[in-house]
């Protein structure tokens, strides 16, 4: 599968912003998706996850309550709304997918970069 991210930009603190990720090929009941980020000098996280249906989602401490992973399956697209972000939040997001039958996410989407001025 090949993923797609976009949606990314300059926000001011306190703003909003909504990731998109597209994929190729249908993703539900296939694949987990996952949205990580990589701000400079530190390793990626994982910010978030979406099962196809839904339900089951994962969020990072630092983003719970702010962040919200949704899917449209008929799309076979996945987001992020990403609300009251802060300069913490500064990072290149990625998208990817992990096979319900792999231990890790092997498909990744190319990156899109936040950032929030303050």
């Known amino acids: 599968v090949q993923l797609q991210a976009s949606g990314g930009g300059l926000v001011q603190v306190g703003g909003s912003l909504r990731l998109s990720c597209s994929a190729s090929?249908?993703?539900?009941?296939?694949?987990?998706m996952g949205w990580f980020r990589q701000a400079p000098g530190k390793e990626r996280e994982l910010v978030a996850t979406?099962?196809?249906?839904?339900?089951?989602?994962y969020y990072a401490d630092s983003v719970k309550g702010r962040f919200v992973s949704s899917n449209d399956n008929a799309k076979n697209t996945v987001y992020l709304q990403m609300n009251s972000l802060k300069p913490e939040d500064a990072a290149v997001y990625y998208c990817a997918a992990k096979s319900y039958d792999r231990p890790t996410f092997d498909y990744w989407g190319q990156g899109t970069q936040v950032t929030v001025s303050s």
């Open positions: 090929e249908r993703t539900d009941r296939t694949y987990l």
């Open positions: 979406i099962n196809w249906n839904g339900a089951g989602t």
